[in-house]
């Protein structure tokens, strides 16, 4: 494990350490630790590498507005790419971006970097794409206006232990996002703020910042499923616990979560987002999603309940399921959908 200060990097919070850091990755794994390493692009982790990070803030520079991490081959993907916190390690999107991303209406990074636009893959903290093997854990990222970690076509991957810290709340400022093709991948003990939704399966032909030249063309294909969600704290997020995006043959299957408490929230599923894809999803495309052990204490009171569907689905099951709020359980957005085996605490739902 080679410490970057050896490459030349310093724990000064002012020396630009993006070259010695993408440099010190291609030797061997890499420590950051005990200081404030600034960044003005992204690192570019190749296969079999791990980045660790302890007593240590990674931080961007003003105005730049780059992914901290993104795997090293968006073309051909990557296996074992990982970077991990050993205890106080802090991706820092930087007070002044931040304050550049607001109000909701004047967004910098978003119109530089924001839908269809090639590089709207930097839109978010840190994003993989075609990554077989990975683990994020350890870490808290803080002050970083959009999307905080996501990809398309990844698998056998862990995110753990991560702290969400967005409590300046910006446009589109969702935490994990799950991309067409992602699969097999367990998200453990999350907790935080963000000012959207806290995870986004998005399984359509459309993909907001993964619309970008790199991720969109032939990457818009692709299931998502087997993906175990466990041990969630939403202190505050103005949407919902998750959304599902889904059509153009593409399915969303195989999902839980279990554990969750939502102190505060626009909803917990909705299914929907028509301007993400072309076609309409079949009954079969959203199915075999089990929610387990979830309390809802307070929703918004513009949102129509905690469950909202907008798309066919069926066998969905909730269950040891709280809600709090003085908002209902269920609604539809649409008349006529054909919704089959849909059951909170052992009710079906529509009613």
């Not at 350890?138 to 753990?160: E, F, K, M």
């Not at 818009?220 to 969600?229: F, M, S």
């Amino acid at each position: 494990m080679i410490d970057i200060r050896v490459y030349g990097a310093k724990a000064d919070g002012i020396t630009d350490c993006s070259v010695a850091i993408n440099q010190a990755i291609l030797a061997d794994d890499i420590i950051l630790q005990n200081g404030i390493f600034l960044i003005s692009e992204s690192i570019k982790i190749p296969s079999n590498r791990t980045v660790y990070g302890k007593n240590a803030k990674l931080k961007l520079a003003d105005g730049a507005y780059d992914n901290f991490f993104r795997n090293s081959d968006f073309t051909n993907g990557n296996v074992n790419v990982n970077f991990k916190g050993l205890g106080n390690f802090i991706l820092d999107g930087n007070t002044i971006n931040n304050i550049e991303a607001n109000p909701f209406n004047s967004v910098k990074c978003y119109t530089t970097h924001g839908f269809n636009s090639s590089e709207s893959y930097k839109y978010t903290a840190a994003t993989f794409k075609k990554v077989n093997g990975f683990e994020i854990s350890g870490i808290i990222i803080s002050d970083r206006p959009h999307v905080a970690l996501g990809g398309v076509r990844n698998s056998n991957g862990v995110y753990d232990n991560i702290y969400l810290d967005y409590k300046t709340e910006t446009l589109n400022q969702d935490g994990i996002t799950i991309g067409w093709g992602s699969h097999d991948i367990t998200i453990n003990n999350i907790r935080g703020w963000c000012g959207d939704d806290f995870f986004a399966f998005n399984a359509g032909d459309r993909g907001g910042f993964m619309d970008s030249t790199l991720f969109h063309s032939a990457y818009t294909t692709g299931d998502i499923y087997n993906i175990d969600i466990d041990n969630i704290k939403v202190f505050r997020e103005l949407y919902h616990l998750y959304i599902i995006i889904c059509g153009d043959g593409n399915k969303v299957h195989d999902i839980s979560f279990n554990d969750v408490l939502i102190n505060y929230c626009g909803g917990v599923l909705y299914t929907g987002y028509t301007s993400f894809r072309t076609v309409a999803p079949a009954k079969e495309d959203i199915e075999d999603i089990t929610m387990d052990n979830v309390l809802v204490k307070t929703m918004r009171e513009d949102h129509r309940a905690a469950f909202q569907l907008g798309e066919d689905c069926q066998n969905i099951t909730i269950t040891n399921f709280t809600n709090e709020s003085e908002e209902p359980d269920f609604a539809v957005d649409t008349e006529g959908l054909d919704i089959i085996n849909f059951t909170i605490n052992g009710t079906g739902y529509p009613t």
